[in-house]
């Protein structure tokens, strides 16, 4: 059934409790050097403080392991925000306790407190009861606009919805839900998968799921190799997951059944492999068909004519889903094909969801990130919600009735 959104809620001096994804990278000097996911959460903050509620914000960042960790303080997620909103946003000292409560309480309508780091406490990840009805003591209403962790039955994404009268999906995660599952249930045809990055088994999943849904699924990055090995191509010393070929060979003769379109690379660039691990600066490419790659060399980057083949069957795309780099996008010249298919993608005017952390980095390094449809911000769960996964953030909220 639809979730309860928080448009659907009466938020007037209510203690709203939204759980936000603020886990942000920071600089040397200890503040936010990406605020990407801070400026996503806005649009919902910014409705819960117009509506006059008292508003308390939660969030992890990184991995403190339980306990309290200077590291990983929001502070400076707070600092951002209040930088952002034009107004203050005050740091509590935890996220549960007699203090926090006592802070809560003195909000007035329209003003927001953010609680410190909620994996300070072990039960946070445990899922613990007792601790998720200690976050339930400061909500009236509860709100999820975390999607990129909605994958997760954490105290603060699934324990906490079971102590207060409703819960809702924030702004941010009703349109991940929206495009994500329009693309799956309901998609714009030709409906394209663009797949990357280094495993098949981080996406077999996804293939699985889709095998019957997409029109097209394209694969780039070093898991294309173990699709050719399976088919019985020499992949010298490019990355394969040997017990993963039987699998792989499974899904190419399954695709062909459904008359799918699955596409792997016909050329790739390359490299010589012990060259290339003790100089990367030193050791010169060159592009070679994916039958012609020498027993010495890796390929690190889908070529110029599977850049073409792929472009060609982009272009007339009605809907694209794309997760992950064709190659090592991180170490130029090997970013060419992920910024080719960037290109291709912002521009051939179908639906584009964009997800995973390099493909988002692509679309932004190319300048098109304002021509794509929908960028997620969850990386796993939208990989989930792909493989058609329940997502327990999600499953956890308020039906629609």
Not at 116 to 123: D, I, K, P, Q, V
Not at 171 to 198: I, Q, S, T
Not at 204 to 212: C, H, R, S
Not at 328 to 340: W, Y
């Amino acid at each position: 059934m639809p979730k309860l959104s928080i448009s659907d809620l009466d938020l007037t001096g209510k203690r709203v409790f939204i759980r936000v994804d603020f886990n942000v990278p920071l600089d040397d000097s200890g503040e936010v050097s990406d605020d990407t996911r801070i400026k996503a959460a806005l649009p919902t903050i910014r409705y819960a403080l117009e509506h006059h509620s008292r508003l308390v914000l939660a969030s992890h960042l990184g991995r403190p392991k339980g306990k309290p960790n200077p590291k990983y303080s929001l502070a400076p997620a707070a600092r951002r925000l209040t930088a952002l909103l034009g107004k203050t946003v005050p740091l509590a000292p935890d996220c549960v306790g007699v203090e926090v409560s006592s802070m809560v309480e003195k909000l007035a309508p329209g003003e927001a407190l953010m609680l410190e780091n909620l994996r300070f406490h072990a039960e946070e990840e445990k899922n613990d009861p007792a601790f998720s009805k200690q976050l339930a003591e400061n909500a009236d209403l509860y709100v999820n606009d975390a999607f990129g962790t909605a994958h997760r039955a954490h105290a603060s994404t699934e324990g906490i919805t079971h102590f207060v009268a409703k819960s809702a999906a924030g702004l941010l995660m009703e349109k991940e839900l929206k495009y994500l599952g329009e693309a799956l249930e309901k998609p714009a045809r030709p409906f394209v998968v663009v797949l990357g990055g280094a495993k098949v088994s981080d996406k077999i999943a996804v293939i699985e799921n889709l095998l019957t849904k997409a029109d097209a699924i394209l694969i780039g990055g070093a898991m294309a190799y173990t699709f050719l090995k399976s088919q019985g191509v020499e992949t010298g010393k490019s990355l394969v997951e040997p017990d993963r070929l039987d699998l792989a060979r499974d899904i190419l003769k399954r695709a062909a059944a459904s008359r799918l379109n699955f596409m792997l690379p016909v050329d790739n660039v390359v490299v010589n492999k012990e060259a290339w691990d003790k100089n990367p600066s030193g050791v010169e490419p060159r592009s070679s068909s994916v039958r012609d790659i020498r027993p010495e060399e890796a390929g690190l980057d889908i070529g110029p004519d599977a850049i073409a083949a792929f472009s060609e069957a982009l272009k007339d795309a009605g809907t694209v889903v794309w997760n992950g780099p064709m190659g090592m996008f991180e170490h130029p010249p090997f970013d060419r094909g992920t910024r080719a298919v960037a290109q291709v993608v912002a521009s051939c005017g179908a639906t584009t969801i964009v997800g995973g952390g390099d493909s988002v980095a692509a679309i932004s390094e190319a300048g098109v990130a304002d021509k794509i449809t929908h960028v997620s911000t969850g990386g796993g769960a939208s990989l989930e919600f792909l493989a058609g996964d329940v997502l327990p953030g999600v499953a956890a909220l308020s039906d629609m009735t």
